[in-house]
């Protein structure tokens, strides 16, 4: 059935040719594999999954062109799919609506990209020596047109052309070093543990989690870029410790920040991350006396900026549970950011969410923040999180012991630092929301005190406003300011559209036709868009109009000539004349063959611009 879908589609049957009944295998296949790869969560991206359901899918859309198949239509063949597996996966019909719009967005996307990269590969195939494309052309084609090699490679095998697949992962392996490079902001994290002076099976202990501030020993200390056994006043340092209270960096949450105090020196820590092989690295600045490896230090973190973290991570939380609930289950988390003062939360979706969507969504959480519900943090088997219902990060790997966080209605996997009941939230505000990808969707939040800024700014701006209107009722004050400027807009436009009309009659009276034209030309301090509202009037009234003005505005001088219906029978073009005219004033221009502009840098040159239009379309019109 699939497979007859896509032959009514492209009007081909199987068994025709072995190039159709390619094409067609390519698309039954592909689009079964789209479908289930969506309804589990996997949207098109540029990496893993991602990037291996692109492929799939822009593969099958390159068939259905070479079917002829000139319009979407993926989302059509996926409706038969559904319908041909919805009995044995009910999750597809459930998540139909939302794997048609990501089939929709995504080859509507390539649709632009395929068009314009066919365009340039038969510009490219037509001035080769059509035998091979050099790898260079075919890395541009991927490198800076976004047009996948191996659509290249599918159309070069059409023509009998060839092209060197191996030099062509050599320019992307060069390319990708070069990426790697200009991203290296590893810093200390680049360090080995051999490097460090220290065993590869030592990992620091997280504390993190039951305490603030604990007793540890320094391990390592980086200093200004080279190991060393201590470090002074004044030195940005990165510290290894034996065990730490300190957050690192993970899963979208920001490190703590705090101090590091011994005997003899103390460090502010502005920054932890944590090495592949488990240790905790303190980066910061020595602000008293001088730290050394193997010192009995005590590890302090923030409070006060931890729990404005834990505000934010609980409520990304919440946020997430009110997401599914207004948009449906089809909402997975496609990345986030928690920090002190905001969160940004990505979530596949294929539109942007309506005012009153965005609205329920934070009333939800806000609601959820107002019941008070403990947050209950429990270790258990991955088996037992998901009987419990807990939300899984797609694509993340986890281990057979899973940390579960519950807060309210929300149940998720989670390894980061929570508050122990949702009412600390405070309250959530809902500051943005955009798209950052195909199927891609961003909300950005404050929580707590920042929220509460939030608040207090647009009281205060409202405030403003009511003064500076002087009146209280601001909504009705500036829905009647708008009703008056509507109203003098308008008045302001008739009165213009008069001011042309009577300009027009006494151009039309005052200019008589002289060889075979009805000639206008001149300068005026008139605004460019009456000039133009002029010359259509004149227009119609004339079908002999040869109109040519030149006006000064903003100290830049613009060239404005309109024809009537007999001159440019005559063989005469606006476009041509202003382009040739314009050179004059340093400027260039065009349009249509009736009607043209340009515009220039020299105001000292447009009579000169104007004379020239003259003598251009007096010459074609003789």
């Not at 003899?264 to 820590?269: D, K, P």
């Not at 806000?366 to 990060?393: Q, R, Y």
């Not at 309210?408 to 798209?435: F, M, P, R, V």
């Amino acid at each position: 059935n699939i497979t007859n879908k896509v032959s009514e589609i492209a009007g081909k049957h199987y068994g025709e040719s072995d190039k159709t009944d390619i094409s067609l295998r390519v698309i039954t296949d592909h689009i079964r594999s789209t479908v289930m790869m969506i309804c589990d969560g996997v949207i098109p991206s540029n990496e893993g999954r991602g990037y291996v359901l692109r492929r799939l899918l822009r593969r099958a859309v390159r068939h259905g062109k070479l079917l002829g198949i000139d319009k979407p239509f993926m989302s059509d063949v996926a409706s038969t799919v559904i319908k041909e597996s919805g009995g044995a996966y009910p999750e597809l019909v459930e998540k139909q609506k939302y794997i048609h719009k990501v089939i929709e967005n995504e080859e509507a996307s390539f649709n632009k990209t395929i068009d314009s990269g066919l365009a340039i590969l038969n510009d490219k195939i037509a001035a080769s020596d059509g035998k091979e494309l050099s790898a260079a052309d075919a890395f541009q084609l991927y490198d800076t047109y976004g047009f996948p090699i191996d659509l290249t490679l599918e159309v070069l095998e059409e023509q009998g052309m060839t092209t060197s697949r191996e030099e062509f992962d050599r320019l992307m392996n060069e390319q990708r070093e070069r990426a790697r490079e200009d991203r290296k902001k590893m810093g200390d994290l680049g360090w080995q543990s051999e490097e460090l002076g220290l065993d590869k099976s030592i990992k620091t202990a997280f504390d993190g989690y039951t305490t603030l501030e604990e007793p540890a020993k320094i391990l390592a200390i980086v200093n200004e870029g080279e190991v060393s056994g201590a470090a002074a006043k004044g030195e940005k340092i990165t510290v290894v410790l034996d065990r730490t209270p300190f957050y690192a960096e993970m899963g979208g949450q920001i490190g703590d920040h705090g101090v590091i105090t011994g005997k003899n020196g103390a460090m502010t820590v502005s920054d932890v991350q944590k090495t592949k092989d488990g240790k905790y690295m303190h980066i910061g600045v020595v602000t008293e006396g001088e730290l050394s490896v193997e010192d009995e230090v005590t590890a302090s973190v923030d409070a006060a900026y931890r729990q404005a973290i834990c505000r934010a991570h609980t409520s990304t939380h919440l946020l997430q549970k009110a997401l599914r609930t207004v948009l449906g289950d089809h909402v997975e988390q496609a990345g986030s950011y928690t920090a002190n003062d905001h969160i940004r939360f990505d979530f596949t979706h294929f539109a942007a969410l309506t005012a009153e969507e965005l609205a329920k969504v934070e009333d939800m959480v806000n609601d959820a923040i107002l019941a008070g519900s403990p947050v209950i943090t429990e270790e258990m088997s991955i088996d037992d999180a998901k009987k419990k219902g807990a939300m899984a990060l797609f694509g993340e790997k986890y281990g057979q012991t899973v940390r579960v966080v519950q807060a309210g209605d929300s149940i998720e996997l989670c390894g980061g630092t929570h508050l122990d009941n949702t009412a600390k939230a405070g309250s959530l505000k809902i500051i943005g929301e955009a798209s950052v990808a195909a199927g891609v969707r961003r909300i950005e939040a404050v929580t707590g005190e920042q929220a509460e800024k939030v608040l207090y700014a647009a009281e205060d701006t409202m405030r403003n406003i009511a003064e500076y209107l002087n009146n209280s009722q601001v909504v009705q004050a500036v829905k009647k300011m708008l009703e008056s400027n509507e109203t003098l807009s308008k008045e302001v436009e008739s009165m213009r559209r008069e001011q042309v009309a009577q300009w027009a009659d006494k151009i039309a009276a005052s200019t008589p036709e002289r060889h075979g034209m009805q000639l206008f030309a001149t300068q005026t301090d008139r605004r460019p868009d009456f000039v133009k509202d002029l010359a259509y009037n004149l227009r119609q009234r004339s079908p002999r109009l040869v109109f040519v003005v030149g006006s000064v505005w903003d100290g830049k001088p613009t060239l404005t000539v309109m024809l009537g219906d007999e001159i440019t029978a005559c063989g005469v073009n606006a476009g041509a004349v202003v382009r040739e005219a314009a050179k004059l004033m340093q400027g260039g221009g065009g349009g249509q063959a009736f009607f043209a502009t340009a515009g220039g840098k020299n105001p000292d040159g447009l009579q000169a611009a104007i004379d020239k239009a003259v003598e251009l379309i007096e010459a074609q019109v003789k």
